[in-house]
Structure formats: C-alpha cells, structure tokens
C-alpha cells in the first residue's frame, strides 16, 4: 500500500563550491574550497520549493523545535560561526549564540541540539583551539558552560525533559560522558570505550543510543549498565568527495518512539545504504539499495519515512521513502539541485 508524504515539511541546506570539493585538516581548523550554502524549504510530497531568507553567506544544518514553530541553523560570517533562530519560514531570524557573556571567550557557536519537549538547547562554543558545551533556553537566554573544567568537549544531546546532557569530545578520547544539568562535573559513561560519537537519550531517557569509530552501533543506560552492540557495519563519517579529509559525523537518528534506529551501513558490496534495526539489536533490514553512497537518516514526525541523502552522480540530493522498506514504495527523489543537499531537518505541521 503506497504511503502518504504528507508528513510534514523539509528544511535544508545546499552547499556549493567551485571545481572539486577537498577539506583537510589545518592549524586552527579545516581547509576546504570557498564555500556558499543556502537553505530551502520543502513539502514531503516534493510541492513548494522555496528559498528561506539569508543572513549571511553560509546557513547550514538546520533543526527545528518539536512544535514546528522555529527552526535553528549555524551561519558563519567573517570566520565565526553563529547560531540563528527565525520561524519556520525564515522569517524574523536573529543571532541567539554565542550570547553577550559568552562572545568575549569564544568567537564561535554551532551544533545546536534541543531537548524533545523544546524547552532547552544544547551547542558548542570554539575559540578556534578548544570547545566547550553550553547549556541555554531556546530561546539561547541564560546560557552558560557545562563543565567548564573538564576539557574539549562537543557532540552533546539533552534528554527529553532537558535535565540530563551526554556528550564527547577529545577531552577523554570521545569516551561517552553524561551529566545532570545541575551538576558540575560529569562522569565518564564508557570508560573502557574511546571512539564514541553521535549520543542521544531515548525519549524515555533509559537508553542512549551512539555509534563508535569501530563501525558499530551501541546502547548503554545513563548510569553506565547494559553496554551492548545493536548493529555492525555503520558508517561512521559522511564525505562530499574522495578528496574529503575532515568528513562529518553521520549521526544515527532514534524513531520518534524510540523503539527503531535508522543509521547508514557498509555492505559487502556497493555504496552503503540505509539501515533500520529495533533498540534490542532484532530485526536489521536495509532500507534502500540505491547506486549513491547514501547519508544523514531522520524520521518524519510520525515515524512512518525517512529522510535522506543519497549521491546523484557527484552531489548528494534529498530522498524520502517508507520507514519499513516494504510495499510498492522505492526511495522517492526531493530535489535536483546544483550543490549538495549537505544536512536537512524534518518540520512537524502545526
């Protein structure tokens, strides 16, 4: 039975370049081409492409707020990042990180990450040599930094009602931490697990869900019990070319009831492709078989498709298709764009 696409909106980002993209690590940061990105809007069944105003040159990696109303991006202008807050059609958007307090220490604020009920935010602050995560409302008032003597950290994800934050970093070789938010210091959640990126609570806050640098998908509860294997075969890190040295993080994405994870996964042959498996490691299945390298999965609000990148011909373009890859549904074509659709979000109709 074909699925409705109905599900809701698309927000993202098209990254541009000039000749062939190539990053690699440098002092300081990363060097890429010079780079252009811009955001667009979608609806799910591929009607009313527009473009969303722009503040600044570049607007990546959009999320947006569980009631539709706002969305989130990282904009980078004179060299520093910032995260911007508009509503969901882009307008009336304003600069909400790094705050006044925060400015004068750090230059530079991204990967912005909201609890599920919407009341707080968690991001990064750089001073282009170290980071630290920051703690604020979502609105970006009354932030302030987590932990601010434990070292480098980021990669952080709030729990549903935003009391507790785990994250990683080079602080202990991406070894998981978990904190309250009330708390000074964290603890060390896999202390024999370095390599551990992408944590995030299940909406049940009982369970966080990771990936790690050995390929596999992971499970632990918050106070350390139950460390299990889900799946194997993950790919860790998303490229836009062979000549990509400083790939991204390609997150795996919990279902919004929390009893499925979608995550991107290297077969024994061909590019690899989306994958689902339940929380208690049964029931894998590959979820396209596409001739791209596929990336970056998420769920529709109502957990019935997921979202996508796939590559067509040398650019990654936006795809939906049915969550449980069954039926007559094949993976559903969004976009035809010239860049490279590089992150996205899901915008729950309100």
């Not at 609806?43 to 600044?56: I, K």
């Not at 299990?228 to 993080?249: M, N, Y």
Request: hydrophobic share 35%.
């Amino acid at each position: 039975m074909a699925i409705s696409h109905r599900a809701g909106m698309l927000v993202y980002s098209v990254r541009t370049w000039p000749g062939v993209y190539y990053s690699r690590d440098v002092a300081g940061g990363v060097e890429t081409p010079p780079l252009s990105s811009a955001l667009w809007r979608i609806n799910t069944d591929g009607s009313h492409r527009e473009a969303l105003p722009m503040v600044a040159p570049r607007a990546e990696h959009p999320i947006a707020g569980p009631d539709g109303r706002w969305i989130y991006w990282q904009s980078e202008n004179a060299g520093r990042w910032q995260i911007i807050r508009a509503n969901s059609d882009g307008r009336e958007a304003q600069v909400i990180a790094p705050g006044a307090g925060l400015a004068n220490c750090w230059s530079s604020a991204f990967g912005a990450q909201l609890s599920r009920n919407g009341s707080r935010m968690v991001y990064t602050v750089s001073n282009g040599s170290t980071g630290r995560i920051v703690l604020a409302g979502a609105d970006g008032r009354d932030a302030r930094v987590l932990a601010p003597e434990f070292g480098y950290t980021y990669m952080a994800s709030l729990d549903t009602n935003a009391t507790r934050v785990v994250f990683s970093g080079p602080a202990r070789d991406y070894r998981l931490l978990v904190m309250a938010v009330d708390q000074d210091e964290p603890g060390v959640l896999t202390p024999d697990h370095p390599d551990c990126y992408g944590p995030q609570f299940t909406p049940d806050g009982r369970t966080i869900v990771f990936i790690r640098r050995d390929g596999g998908l992971y499970s632990v509860a918050p106070d350390g019990s139950g460390l299990r294997q889900i799946a194997g075969g993950v790919q860790v890190e998303f490229f836009l070319s062979p000549a990509d040295k400083h790939g991204s993080t390609d997150m795996p994405a919990l279902s919004p009831d929390g009893t499925r994870v979608a995550f991107i996964r290297r077969g024994p042959a061909g590019p690899p492709q989306v994958a689902v498996v339940n929380l208690d490691g049964t029931n894998l299945r590959m979820i396209t078989r596409l001739p791209g390298t596929c990336g970056r999965p998420a769920w529709s609000p109502d957990g019935n498709i997921l979202a996508f990148v796939s590559f067509v011909d040398d650019r990654p373009q936006l795809f939906t298709v049915s969550a449980t890859g069954e039926g007559a549904d094949a993976p559903r074509p969004l976009t035809q764009e010239n860049g490279a659709v590089y992150a996205f979000c899901w915008i729950s109709e309100h």
